[in-house]
C-alpha cells in the first residue's frame, strides 16, 4: 500500500441505491432539525468588522454556522475551474504518475503529493488506527455501479499554490474577519484540504472529531481546537452534505463508538443535522463538533474547499499531529510566522485582482505587507510546498 492508497477490505453488503434510499428517513429528520435550529443567514459584520454578536453567540452555542452567498458566482466559477483542472490533472490512481490524458500529473515535483483515493463508496479511514484514530467506527460502504472506477480521488491539498483562485479566496477579507473574531486578532492558519465527493462514487467520512491535541489540557475549553470553513463550489444537498452533531463541540472527548453501539450499530447518530448549502455558501464547523458525511450514494457531486484557523496559543509550542504528525517538528515561532505569511500573501493576491473590495488587516503582519506582496519570488518562497508547515492540531 502506498503512502496516498487508502485500502479497504471488507465486503460491500448493500446496493448504492440501497444506500441511498435507505437514508430517506434519516434525512428528513436531519432537515427537520436543522429548521428549528437555523443557524444560518449572510455573513455579517458591525460597523468595526467584526462578526456580528449574534451571529458569534449562535456559532458558540452550537458550533457550527451557515453564511449564504458568501461567495459571488463569478469567483464560484473561477474556483470550479480550477479545482476541475486539479480534478482532470490528477493521477489515474494511488501509484500513477499521468493523469488520464497521458500528460504528468499535477504535483509530481511537490514535497507533498496533492491527492489522496479511495475505493468509490468505501471510508478509508473508519477504524483504522489513520490520522491518530480518530475515526473509531466505520462507515456503511455500498457496492457501487458495476461500471464504477477502481479508485476515485477523495481529497486534494495545495489549493494556495495549485489554484490561483484557492490563494484569492484565502485572502477573503469577511472570512478572515471571521476568523479574527473566533480565534482572535493573532489567529493562525490550520491546512487546507479539498474534499471531493463525486456523484454515486465519493467516499465516507466516518464520525469524528477533528482535535488531537488539547482533549486532556488543563485550559481545554470548546474553542481550542479551532474551526474549518468549507466553501461550497457545488450544491451541498442532504444526500451528500458534512453532517453535525450541534453542540457536541462543548463535551470533551466523545466516545463515537459507544455512541453507535448505542443506536444499535447503526451509522444514523440521532440528533444529527445535515449542512445542506447552494454553491457559494460557507460553513463554519467547529473542529470539536462530532461530525462526518456518509457514502455519496446520490447522483450530486460536491466539492468542499476546507480551511481552518486557531488561536495562536493553541498552536504555539505544540507538536506536529496529523497530516503533518510524519514530521518531528514543535510549531515554534518561525514555523507558524512562515505558515500565517501565507494569509499575508493570499490578501495581496486578492487585493489585485478585487482592487475595489476593502483588504483585511491581518494584524500579525502589520508593517510588513510590502515584503509579502504577490510575486513570483515570494510564491516560491512563501506559496510553495506550504502545507509542509501547516499548524495542525
Ligand atoms: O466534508 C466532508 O465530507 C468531511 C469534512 C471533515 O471531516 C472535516 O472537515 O474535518
Known amino acids: 500500500m502506498t503512502d496516498n492508497t487508502m ?18 428517513a434519516y434525512r428528513t429528520q436531519g432537515q427537520r432539525l436543522a429548521a428549528e435550529i437555523g443557524n444560518r443567514g449572510p455573513l455579517r459584520l458591525t460597523d468595526d468588522g467584526a462578526l456580528h454578536p449574534d451571529i458569534q453567540a449562535a456559532y458558540w452555542r452550537h458550533g457550527y454556522y451557515i453564511f449564504e452567498g458568501v461567495i459571488d458566482a463569478a469567483e464560484i466559477a473561477a474556483l470550479r475551474a480550477d479545482a476541475q483542472n486539479m480534478l482532470a490533472r490528477a493521477p489515474t490512481g494511488p501509484d500513477a504518475k499521468v493523469d488520464a490524458q497521458g500528460r504528468p500529473a499535477l504535483g509530481l515535483d511537490y514535497a507533498r503529493m496533492p491527492y489522496r483515493f479511495t475505493r468509490p463508496l468505501a471510508d478509508p479511514w473508519g477504524g483504522t488506527q489513520l490520522l491518530g484514530g480518530r475515526h473509531p467506527a466505520q462507515m456503511a460502504q455500498p457496492r457501487p455501479d458495476a461500471d464504477a472506477p477502481e479508485h476515485v480521488v477523495f481529497l486534494m491539498y495545495s489549493m494556495c499554490q495549485s489554484m490561483p483562485s484557492g490563494l484569492r479566496l484565502y485572502g477573503h477579507p469577511k472570512l478572515l474577519a471571521a476568523a479574527q473574531s473566533i480565534d482572535g486578532t493573532d489567529f493562525v492558519p490550520f491546512n487546507d484540504a479539498i474534499f471531493v465527493k463525486q456523484p454515486g462514487l465519493g467516499g465516507a467520512v466516518a464520525w469524528h472529531q477533528d482535535g488531537v491535541t488539547h482533549w486532556q489540557s488543563p485550559n481545554w475549553d470548546e474553542g481550542i481546537h479551532g474551526f474549518n470553513f468549507q466553501v461550497q463550489l457545488y450544491p451541498a444537498t442532504v ?34 443535522v445535515p449542512l445542506v448549502c447552494v454553491a457559494g455558501d460557507v460553513t463554519m464547523v467547529n473542529r470539536q463538533m462530532v461530525h462526518g458525511s456518509f457514502a455519496n450514494s446520490s447522483e450530486d457531486l460536491r466539492i468542499s474547499l476546507t480551511f481552518g484557523f486557531h488561536r495562536r496559543k493553541s498552536v504555539l509550542g505544540q507538536k506536529a499531529a496529523l497530516s503533518v504528525e510524519d514530521s518531528p517538528a514543535i510549531y515554534d515561532e518561525q514555523r507558524v510566522f512562515d505558515r500565517s505569511a501565507v494569509i499575508q500573501v493570499a490578501i495581496d493576491a486578492r487585493h489585485r485582482a478585487f482592487p475595489n473590495e476593502p483588504a483585511f488587516a491581518y494584524r500579525p503582519f502589520a508593517g510588513l505587507e510590502d515584503e509579502f506582496r504577490f510575486s513570483p519570488e515570494i510564491f516560491d518562497r512563501v506559496i510553495r510546498d506550504y502545507n509542509t508547515k501547516d499548524l495542525a492540531i
Do not use: F, T, Y
Not at 452534505?241 to 448505542?262: E, F, N, R, T
Open 7 to 24: 485500502q479497504v477490505d471488507s465486503p460491500p453488503p448493500l446496493s448504492r441505491a440501497a444506500h441511498n434510499a435507505g437514508m430517506a
Open 239 to 272: 444526500g451528500n452534505c458534512l453532517w453535525v452533531i450541534p453542540g457536541s463541540h462543548k463535551l470533551g472527548k466523545a466516545d463515537i463508538k459507544g455512541m453507535v453501539s448505542a443506536n444499535g450499530g447503526s451509522e444514523q447518530l440521532p440528533g444529527a
